[in-house]
């Protein structure tokens, strides 16, 4: 059973088609839930905009983050990470937490995180902590989600085949300078 776990999750891994995407877009669920929006911006570099509200807290924030993505077994399985900035508003509460008390939270986000896309879903799971530079009920939040998006707009096959013979055109290269 252990090795037919591990040929199934190897061969499934293959078949996905992570960062196979230009744009995506979906719900982000977990200890805030909201709205994601992701833009390739350049070769493994994403543009990211969630608009999130607490679980906890009367808050609703803004983030905007870039993330580097890197692959895991294969270029369809990857990791990412990077970071950004939020700016949040309090909601109508009692006056003891109001905005007047605690302020519009305003700081650095980090994120890390595994996605794949499967079809035209994109799947992610992260880990982003939340440092309030101003305002907020506390200086750090620790967020975990888990993200469903849906593939807008498909990254471009012409850019694969262009990699693709920049990649040879690199070995003959190193071919030739070997000889």
């Known amino acids: 059973m252990?090795?037919?776990?591990?040929?199934?999750?190897?061969?499934l891994s293959l078949s996905l088609a992570a960062q196979s995407y230009n744009t995506v877009a979906g719900l982000r669920l977990g200890t805030e839930w909201g709205l994601t929006v992701k833009q390739r911006v350049y070769d493994?570099?994403?543009?990211?905009m969630?608009?999130?509200?607490?679980?906890?807290?009367?808050?609703t924030t803004l983030t905007i983050l870039a993330a580097n993505h890197n692959s895991i077994l294969s270029r369809h399985f990857n990791i990412?990470?990077?970071?950004?900035?939020?700016?949040?508003?309090?909601g109508d509460t009692p006056a003891e937490t109001a905005a007047e008390e605690t302020g519009n939270p305003f700081g650095l986000d980090g994120i890390?995180?595994?996605?794949?896309?499967?079809?035209?879903?994109?799947?992610?799971?992260?880990?982003?902590?939340a440092l309030n530079l101003t305002g907020g009920?506390?200086?750090?939040?620790?967020?975990?989600?888990?993200?469903i998006r849906y593939r807008f707009w498909k990254r471009d096959k012409l850019y694969w085949e262009?990699?693709?013979?920049?990649?040879?055109?690199?070995?003959?290269?190193?071919?030739?300078?070997k000889n």
């Open 137 to 147: 009920e506390k200086t750090l939040y620790t967020q975990t989600a888990v993200s």
């Open 162 to 177: 262009k990699s693709k013979r920049r990649r040879e055109r690199e070995k003959r290269r190193r071919q030739r300078r």
């Open 80 to 90: 990412y990470a990077g970071g950004g900035i939020h700016f949040g508003w309090v």
């Open 44 to 48: 493994n570099w994403t543009a990211e």
């Open 2 to 11: 252990k090795y037919l776990t591990t040929i199934l999750f190897a061969a």
């Open 112 to 129: 890390i995180g595994l996605e794949m896309t499967i079809g035209n879903i994109n799947f992610s799971y992260d880990f982003k902590p």
């Open 50 to 59: 969630l608009v999130q509200s607490s679980l906890v807290r009367d808050e």
